[in-house]
């Protein structure tokens, strides 16, 4: 397994939270003035180096970080240089979202809308089926929206995640309760839902400061609670970043 790690985005993550300085290990400038830390893939063998007691002091000096690559990228790659299938093709298709469960005419998206807002709703149409008006807090951004097309429906842990971390496995009535399940869910402002993806914890986190370790919380007990197998460079940053959550 490639150990190479996402350490601008962790880093980045970790100056956000306030972790000291003293939770880094020595620091490595290579040659080239690339800046290693313990967990980099290549510190062991940066023989010649210029020595400093943190990231930031490295980078201060004029230093640069390592080029980050998508874990999911890595497995991808190492199962292609070992000739496995990592996982199958993903298809949104194989995973029925937004789904009438009741038959109310109102689908998993709607019925959110009107759950979570804030005060009574308002209907496009006087049948009820799709929410027009209403107030909705998004933790992603911090900011409250009126409008319900400003706000898309997000899976913290996204469908294409999940089904490259084991899903590609389950039956589709599975793939369905996850896709509708409402403790997975949250709306959220449409941007942001476009820049997150299909990333995990490893390559985006919330703008909102004050709701990332929350978010790595929810997004955890999505993991947990549906099975999904992390390869160890994501269970590494993870750790980590949980740490620093714990330390604040």
Same mark, same amino acid.
């Given at each position: 397994m490639n150990r190479n790690i996402p350490i601008l985005f962790l880093l980045s993550f970790i100056l956000s939270c306030g972790l000291p300085n003293n939770a880094y290990t020595q620091?490595? #400038?290579?040659?080239? $003035?690339?800046?290693?830390?313990?967990?980099?893939?290549?510190?062991?063998?940066?023989? #010649? @180096?210029?020595a400093f007691s943190t990231i930031e002091a490295c980078l201060d000096s004029g230093g640069r970080l390592p080029k980050a690559q998508s874990t999911y990228q890595q497995a991808e790659k190492e199962a292609s240089n070992e000739g496995r299938a990592f996982t199958s093709e993903y298809d949104r298709a194989d995973w029925p979202h937004w789904i009438d469960d009741d038959n109310d005419c109102q689908n998993t998206r709607h019925e959110m809308l009107v759950s979570t807002s804030s005060i009574p709703v308002e209907f496009k149409t006087?049948?009820?089926?799709? *929410?027009?008006?209403?107030?909705?807090?998004? +933790?992603?951004?911090?900011d409250i929206f009126t409008d319900s097309t400003t706000l898309d429906l997000d899976h913290i842990v996204p469908l294409k995640f999940a089904h $490259?971390?084991?899903?590609?496995?389950?039956? &589709?009535?599975? &793939?369905?309760? @996850?896709?509708?399940?409402?403790?997975?869910?949250? =709306? *959220?402002?449409?941007? =942001?839902?476009?820049? #997150?993806?299909?990333? $995990? =914890?490893?390559?985006w986190l919330p703008p909102n400061h004050a709701y990332r370790c929350k978010y790595i919380a929810?997004?955890?007990?999505? *993991?947990? #609670?549906?099975?999904?197998? =992390?390869? +160890?460079s994501e269970k590494r940053v993870i750790s980590k970043m949980r740490s620093a959550c714990n330390t604040k």
């Open positions: 620091v490595k #400038k290579s040659n080239s $003035g690339i800046c290693h830390d313990s967990s980099s893939a290549s510190y062991n063998r940066t023989k #010649k @180096f210029e006087d049948k009820g089926c799709q *929410v027009a008006i209403g107030e909705w807090y998004d +933790p992603y951004s911090g $490259g971390h084991g899903g590609d496995k389950w039956s &589709r009535d599975k &793939r369905q309760i @996850f896709a509708n399940d409402p403790q997975n869910l949250l =709306l *959220v402002k449409a941007s =942001l839902y476009r820049q #997150k993806g299909a990333k $995990g =914890l490893d390559e929810k997004f955890m007990e999505a *993991v947990d #609670k549906y099975g999904l197998q =992390l390869i +160890p």
